[in-house]
């Protein structure tokens, strides 16, 4: 809880101090489709992306016509499933999981290009899971699907490593669209068992406005 109020603190920091300034701040709303694997022992070879999505409000503040520094607050829906090898009657199962949080980017841009339009970003992100529901469909109860609340599964806390990389198309002097690729690498095992190790990683298509004040 205690990181969760630090990150939390720091973004209404950078917002007050940002807003305070003469130089261009930038607000946004994002969102798109994403897609969400899990990567370590004893899963990795039966897990496959699931469809998910992402919503955003977003804050930039532009130091210079290149550097800036982004941060924000997310709504993440991640979606992956897996089918566990046949056992010795020859029978699989196959498990939807869906689970939701709240994240909280700190990133910096770089902007290059003769017309300043193309991005690239690194940066670092913790996420709060809030919700975590596996459906399992077991051949040997007919497919009927039973639901576990795997909220205790999960670690609460999730720290994740960014990088993105976008292209921005002026509509006015107050206000943009732009478009990117954001990739969140996750750093630490997401479960609460210590074995095995699994770890997220999630691909993102982001759409975007920007008002700039």
Known sequence: MKRFSIFIFW????????????TKCQIGVVGGPSFYWIRGEG?????????????????EYRFNNNFAFESGIYYFNRKFYYETPPTV?????????????????????YYIGKQKNIFIGTGLALSRVMYAITTIYD??????????????FYDKFQA?????????FALS???????????????????????????????NLLLGLRLIK
């Open 43 to 59: 899963i990795e070879p039966e897990s496959h992306s699931g469809i998910g999505y992402s919503l955003g409000l977003t804050l």
């Open 89 to 109: 009657l020859n029978y699989s199962n196959l498990s939807n999981t869906e689970y939701r949080f709240i994240n909280f980017p700190l990133k910096t841009k």
């Open 11 to 22: 973004i209404i920091l950078v917002v007050s101090y940002s807003f305070g300034q003469d």
């Open 139 to 152: 051949p040997l109860l007919d497919d009927q699907p039973f639901f576990l609340n795997d909220i205790e």
């Open 173 to 203: 002097e107050k206000a943009d669209i732009y478009i990117e690729i954001v990739d969140y690498l996750g750093l630490l095992n997401i479960t609460t068992s210590p074995h095995p190790i699994r770890k997220s990683n999630s691909l």
């Open 160 to 168: 994740k490593f960014i990088g993105n990389i976008g292209y921005k």
